[in-house]
C-alpha cells in the first residue's frame, strides 16, 4: 500500500503534536445498532476535543476505516479541520491488514513531524472490532509488530473489542501493559468521552513526564 509522505503540507501551528488514529471495523457484522452507536460515538468524541483549548491545537485525528478492504476516510488532521463520518457496515474483516496500515500511517505522519520541526506525543492507536480476522489474516506476525512497536515506545495501542469481538485474538496482538476492553454493551459515546479525557491529559503534560489515564471502569472491562 501506497503512503502520502505529506510532504507538500503545511503545518497549522508548531504546537506539539498528539496523533489518534481510529482503525474502526465497518464489517457487515456491525451492521444496526453497533454502527448507529459507534457513529454517535465519533460525534461526541468530535465535540468534546474541539471544545478543549489545548487538545484542539495539538490533537491529530485520522480514521481507518475497514472491511474487505481498507481505507482512510480522514487523513490525519487538527480536530477544527476534521468532518466526522457516517460509517455503513458492510462485507468482511480485514482487521490485520488494518493495524499494519494503521502503524504506517503513524511512520509517515511521524516523519512529517521531524522534517516540519513539530514535536509530537506518542501516537495512540484505537482499533474498535465486534469480530474475527478473516483466515488470510496473519493475527501472529502482527502480534510481534505490536509488541516491538509499543515496547519500543512508538505508539500506545488499545484493542477495544465490541459485544461478540474475538477477544482471544485481541488478547494475542495485545501488549501486556494495555491489553483489550471489552466495551459495555454499545457505550461508544463513554468510551470516548474517556478518549477525549485521556487525550486532554496527554495534550497537558510535558515531555518525559508519567501520566496515568482514566479509569475506565464506566465503559469498559478486561476479558481474562
Known sequence: MAFDDFSAEMPDNYEQKCLCILALDVSGSMEGERIKELNRG???????VREDEIASQRLEICIIAFNSRIKCIQEPALVNKVIMPILK???????????????????TRKRWYRDTGQSYYRPFL????????????DVEGLAVEVMEGVNEKRFMFFPIGVQDANMKVLRQISHPNTPPMLL??????????WLSNSIGVVTKSNTGERIALPDTSGWGQIEI
Not at 42 to 48: I, N, P, V
Not at 91 to 98: E, F, P, Q, W
Request: a negative charge; zero cysteines.
Open 89 to 107: 457496515a458492510q462485507d468482511s474483516t480485514k482487521l490485520v491488514d488494518a493495524v499494519r496500515f494503521s502503524i504506517n500511517k503513524i511512520e
Open 42 to 48: 465519533l460525534d461526541e468524541f468530535h465535540r468534546q
Open 184 to 193: 459495555k454493551g454499545l457505550n461508544f459515546v463513554a468510551f470516548f468521552q
Open 126 to 137: 484505537i482499533l474498535i472490532t465486534d469480530g474475527t480476522p478473516d483466515d488470510d489474516q
